[in-house]
């Protein structure tokens, strides 16, 4: 088992207030960290400072591999179609299963040529978790991935983040009530908390 | 009535106003006589600046075409019944130029001629064979040329 | 047989634009219709070939 | 009532297996109405009529020029007709049909334009001039080709049908201003030669090919408009049974 | 009922305004732009003040008619992509009083402005005084007309996938006429004739766009929602 | 109990296609209607219908009062304040709760001067929700009103279905997993069904 | 890892040329105002043939800046609100390269096009022939220049915190200058003197931005995604 991210009293400030209370995480391949907390608590906060997006005020943080972040923007043009949008995400990294399969692989097969924008939320969450799947990428970040799907849906995630644990790598996802149905085993629960408000001394 | 109604009676009175007015006021405007060109007696009236440029427009005077001996210049008078503007042209003239036909020319006034650099003809709605043409002048109906 | 016309060059100018114009107005829509014709007939000899597959 | 009436007779032609036989029948005929008029208008045009007495032959241009602009006119009213229709009813025959005058319009408008533009170069002495005639038909090309596009671009055809019926009725307004922007302004363009009331200023000897091309164009149009208003159903059909039926066993 | 109307175009009117300072860099932009060809033009052509002056009411017409475009991009969009759009259509109440009170908006950061600085503009240009008043006039009667047929373009082809070479297209033969009358009435004031004429048809023009406009937006909106 | 909406035979259509099967629904008040079914059968499609979004292309649909909408999109302006976003919308028909009062009941409460691009996914949900406070509206139609927020954020969302009804409300909602936990008698369930391919006689 | 970075940059501008394509209406609208532009001014100026030559590096110019600054919304606000582009920071392989690929795109869109009809436009507006080659020449070494200074603005712009709406004003002058030596280089060349010291100032200004701004961009895109 390696390590793929290392975090050491990581802390994000906002207003200049920390967001959470600071933080240690280490993400071993083959394992999923699921994190919880009430909405606001710096659960996407978290995951995009994970993801290089947002750089730490204080700690520090290690990647050792690819990233992929799925967040609740779904990074979806509107103007193209399924496939195109797909065909980008393939050019960024190494690549993964190829299009016709990955869309197949989250219920989109048929919907190849339709425009982004004509996707229902469920399908365009579909489509950013197939995104997932036309890149190898060891450490997939993913917020909320059970928003607005169906029981299929969710099941399909099940699935997805079981068979990527399986091949060694990692995930760490934001979630509120559903978590993922995998090997228990696995699962390690972060639950995040407000940090107390600091006063200026 | 139902407010759906209502809505639609309102829309259709707003739309019967609206097109009513604009057609009122495009009428009104229309009878002040848009002018595409500015008449020689407007030109000797208000004495336009000199470097101004303009169309005018009237009719070419009865034998006043003058062909330079070379080149394409030629000289001829443009009036409006009223007064008469000299005017220079150097280039190809349209094929409806001729004696008594309507033009538009754009150009300069300079030196109290109309120095010109394009000229346009106007031509009328009549169209009939040469014959009728020539029966018609015999009895004395000139229907032809210009404005 | 061709009339001598004055300015004939501008007077047959216009009268093949009109007959180009016309022409294609014409073909259009047949190319469009082969093309759409042709591709069903297409999908239907693939659907065709599925079912002999499956038998 | 007289609507309730004409919106069951529209189900009835509207049908689209009725309509498709319908025009597969109707527009050869109206093909070889077409020629036969043409032909004759065109041969009138070209040997038996006279030059004008100003303009030489150049005024043969006439009968190309003036039966495709008021076809071109003609054709927007109908697409309107059918525009507003379409959106009120929202029947989808009309909507194809509207649809498709658009390219038809587009090629009479250009060909008005062109050969108004080949007759002023050497009467007026100018292919072109910002006048109001020349703008606003200038103006119906854009409206066209407009129309065309928004339709394209959307991949519900019936959507972009809807949108692009909006436009047309819009677009509407530049019709009158057309016809009548020869009389509003002091254009270069010629005032009407064919008035519908009082005497026109033409020779009756000249009038004969100009009869002849308008009824040509018009059958033109009913020709033309069949055959894309079948595309159109065929393309939006595709996967029904009915074209399967009509279509593939008539061609294989 | 038509005060519920009228409060909600208020209300959406209010919020426009608001966001528009919110954005005074993006705002700004059409004057920004103004500025700099009133200032380039000058430079270029050389202090001749003949020939700038009867470049002038083109050149401030152009101002006019770009600031308007640039605005056009924002008029519906962020509204259709944040959800704010289908909002209006809710119970189809006051869709078109808040059509209006977009455009006023529209016109009130597009048109306004370059109404504003004309004057300045028209000085600098060199433009006769006595035909100052019938640029402005032009533009009071005519910027509206701007706004209400650039708001038709945009919401037509608000939701279109491609080829929206489109906006182009509709623009170019709603506007061109305008634009044409507009300076026609200028250059004609110029040369000391009588615009009235240019301006009564520009009138026209604005008042049949104003009766026409807001219904084809409306329509064009909600069948773009769909 | 009075008829809020009613509709008969509704249909809609895309592509020339029916999306669901023309539908009979009538919301009484105090009732709430709960929409379910898989991604991309037409749920918002529907709700969209009834809010008067969309145009129905077949059947008939009628209102009775006015209508508030939260769709997937939350219709907020990032540039405006939670309060200015909500004073917006307090304007625009007849007004319920004050703005102070309808933040603190969704748990906004201190973050009204914050813009609305700074919310996290669950913040803007709960934004969306006070929408519905802020003005009086008989039938509120609710687009997966449980997506990304926490337990106390479902249990909000109950309270308010709850209150709306014994206030003699109507509600029409579609999700997918969390089903609203009110009074189980006043609930009526509708699943969708994709409507099969139709052929043109 | 240099080669994914390029990959990451080819597949951005792949796909951002794509979108142009789409989106092909507003691409094209930088164009169309030229062509209104050439159209329009001849309309309100006549066709004075010296007058016209005096203006055309202007106009040409002012089409240039313009295009430019029509797109400058696009650069990067879609990006930002449908979540493409934090993705470009995740795991922060290749900002700068992307950055370069969307200015790239934005100049092809842009500049380009101008470049491409500057030679049509010069002919309308009767530029001297021999001064033809100087406009083209400036607008090469130039519209990259509006490119990147205008993508520096843009990304301030995104936030709407009070100090980034202010650097953007600021950034907006510096655009003046740059335009003045481009249309100083092109009337110098049309009254037959040499043109080389004002092409040098602006090749220096190019150059500068050319290694600033895309840091500036980076840095400026990043802080607006906290
Ligand atoms: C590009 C240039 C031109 C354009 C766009 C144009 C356009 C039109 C249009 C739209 C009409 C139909 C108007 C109506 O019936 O309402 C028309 C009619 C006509 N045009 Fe032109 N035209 C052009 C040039 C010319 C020229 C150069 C001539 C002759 C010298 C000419 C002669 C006529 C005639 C005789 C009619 C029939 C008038 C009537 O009886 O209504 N046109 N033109
Ligand atoms: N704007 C649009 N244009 C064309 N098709 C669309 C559009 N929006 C949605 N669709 C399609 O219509 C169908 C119904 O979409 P809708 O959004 O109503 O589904 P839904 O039931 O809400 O799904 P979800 O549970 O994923 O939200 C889907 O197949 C979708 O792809
Ligand atoms: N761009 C931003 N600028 C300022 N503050 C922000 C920004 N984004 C989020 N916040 C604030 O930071 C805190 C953490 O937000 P975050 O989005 O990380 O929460 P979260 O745990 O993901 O919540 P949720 O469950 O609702 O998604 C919240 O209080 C939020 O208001
Ligand atoms: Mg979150
Ligand atoms: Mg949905």
């Not at chain 4, 809807?162 to 020869?182: D, K, T, Y």
Request: one cysteine or more; charged letters at 20%; aromatic letters at 8%.
């Amino acid at each position: 088992m390696s390590l793929l991210l290392e975090t050491s009293r990581l802390e994000f400030h906002r207003y200049g207030q920390p967001v959470f209370r600071p933080l240690e995480l280490d993400l071993q391949s083959g394992r999923a960290i699921v994190l919880t907390g009430p909405n606001g608590v710096g659960k996407t906060t978290l995951l995009r400072l994970l993801a290089g997006i947002l750089a730490p005020v204080r700690g520090s943080l290690k990647h050792h591999g690819e990233i992929a972040f799925v967040g609740h923007l779904p990074a979806i043009k509107g103007d193209l179609t399924c496939r195109e949008n797909l065909a980008y995400e393939r050019h960024v990294g190494p690549p993964g299963l190829d299009m016709a399969e990955a869309l197949a692989r989250v219920g989109l097969a048929g919907l190849g040529s339709r425009p982004g924008r004509a996707l229902s939320a469920g399908q365009k969450r579909r489509l950013g978790l197939a995104r997932l799947l036309v890149r190898e990428t060891p450490t997939w970040l993913l917020d909320e991935p059970y928003a607005s799907l169906d029981d299929a849906g969710c099941s399909v995630v099940d699935e997805l983040i079981g068979e990527h644990l399986d091949d060694g790598g990692g995930v760490v996802l934001a979630t509120h009530q559903r978590h993922p149905r995998v090997d228990a085993q696995r699962l390690d629960n972060i639950t995040l908390e407000f940090a107390p408000v600091r006063d200026a001394s | 009535m139902t407010p759906t109604r209502k809505k639609r009676a309102l829309i259709v009175a707003a739309l019967v106003a609206g097109i009513g007015t604009a057609t009122a006021v495009a009428v009104v405007s229309m009878n002040e006589n848009m002018m595409f060109f500015i008449s020689p007696s407007d030109v000797l009236n208000e004495e336009l600046p000199p470097d101004r440029q303009f169309r005018l427009g009237g009719l070419v005077v009865d034998d006043s075409i003058k062909h330079a001996d070379e080149g394409l210049q030629v000289q001829f008078s443009v009036s409006d019944g009223g007064h008469q503007v000299p005017v220079v042209f150097n280039g190809i003239l349209p094929d409806l130029f001729r004696e008594g036909q309507g033009i538009v020319a754009h150009g300069y006034m300079r030196n109290g001629r109309f120095e010109a650099h394009e000229v346009l003809a106007k031509h009328d709605e009549n169209y009939m064979p040469p014959e009728v043409q020539k029966a018609l002048d015999k009895t004395g109906h000139n229907s032809g040329a210009g404005q | 047989m061709i009339p001598e016309l004055s300015h004939a060059s501008y007077v047959w100018t216009s009268y093949s634009v009109f007959g180009v114009i016309v022409a294609w107005q014409f073909i259009q829509p047949l190319i469009r219709r082969k093309r759409l014709v042709d591709s069903m007939l297409e999908a239907e000899a693939e659907r065709r070939a599925a079912r002999r597959n499956q038998q | 009532m007289i609507w309730k009436t004409l919106k069951i007779w529209f189900h009835k032609l509207g049908s689209a297996p009725s309509f498709y036989r319908f025009a597969r029948v109707v527009s050869p005929w109206l093909w070889f109405g077409f020629a036969v008029t043409a032909a004759y208008g065109l041969y009138l045009a070209l040997y038996v009529v006279p030059p004008d007495y100003q303009q030489g032959d150049s005024a043969r241009i006439l009968y190309i020029h003036v039966p495709a602009a008021w076809q071109a006119m003609f054709i927007y009213l109908v697409m309107t007709i059918l525009a507003i229709i379409a959106l009120i009813w929202r029947i989808r025959l009309t909507e194809i049909l509207a649809m498709s005058c658009a390219p038809i319009g587009a090629a009479l408008t250009l060909v008005c334009l062109v050969t108004g533009s080949l007759w002023g170069k050497p009467m007026w002495g100018t292919w072109w001039e910002w006048d109001a005639r020349l703008t606003s038909m200038l103006v119906l090309l854009f409206i066209y080709i407009g129309i065309m596009g928004l339709y394209a671009a959307f991949d519900d055809r019936r959507k972009g049908a809807r949108i692009a019926s909006v436009l047309i009725i819009a677009g509407a307004v530049n019709i009158p201003i057309i016809h009548f922007s020869v009389e509003w302004w002091n254009t270069l363009h010629q005032g009407a030669t064919i008035k519908l009331t009082g005497e026109s200023s033409m020779d009756p000897s000249m009038l004969p090919p100009l009869i002849w091309m308008v009824i040509s164009t018009k059958l033109f149009f009913g020709a033309a408009l069949l055959d894309r208003a079948r595309n159109e159903l065929l393309d939006q059909d595709r996967s029904k049974k009915w074209v399967a039926r009509q279509v593939l066993e008539t061609s294989s | 009922m038509i005060e519920s109307r009228t409060h909600a175009a208020a209300a959406l009117f209010r919020r426009d305004m608001k966001l528009a300072f919110r954005r005074l860099g993006e705002s700004l932009l059409p004057l920004f732009f103004l500025f700099t060809v009133i200032v380039l033009i000058p430079l270029g052509v050389g202090p001749g003040p003949n020939l700038l002056s009867r470049m002038a009411p083109g050149m401030v017409w152009v101002a006019a008619l770009l600031a308007s475009l640039l605005a056009l991009e924002h008029l519906f969009r962020p509204d259709l992509e944040d959800g704010t759009l289908e909002q209006w259509f809710v119970g189809e109440r006051a869709v078109y009083a808040r059509v209006m009170a977009r455009l006023l908006s529209h016109w009130l950061v597009t048109g306004l402005p370059v109404i504003v600085f004309s004057p300045l503009a028209a000085e600098m240009l060199n433009l006769p005084r006595h035909a100052l008043g019938t640029l402005i006039v032009s533009l009071v009667i005519g910027t509206p007309a701007l706004s209400l047929l650039g708001g038709l373009a945009a919401s037509l082809t608000l939701s279109t996938r491609g080829a929206s070479v489109l906006l182009s297209i509709l623009i170019f033969p709603l506007i061109v006429p305008l634009v044409i009358f507009a300076t026609g009435a200028v250059s004609m004031a110029a040369d000391s004739l009588d615009p009235g004429a240019h301006l009564g048809l520009l009138a026209a023009f604005t008042i049949l766009s104003l009766t026409l406009a807001p219904i084809g937006i409306a329509a064009a909106l909600r069948m773009n929602l769909e």
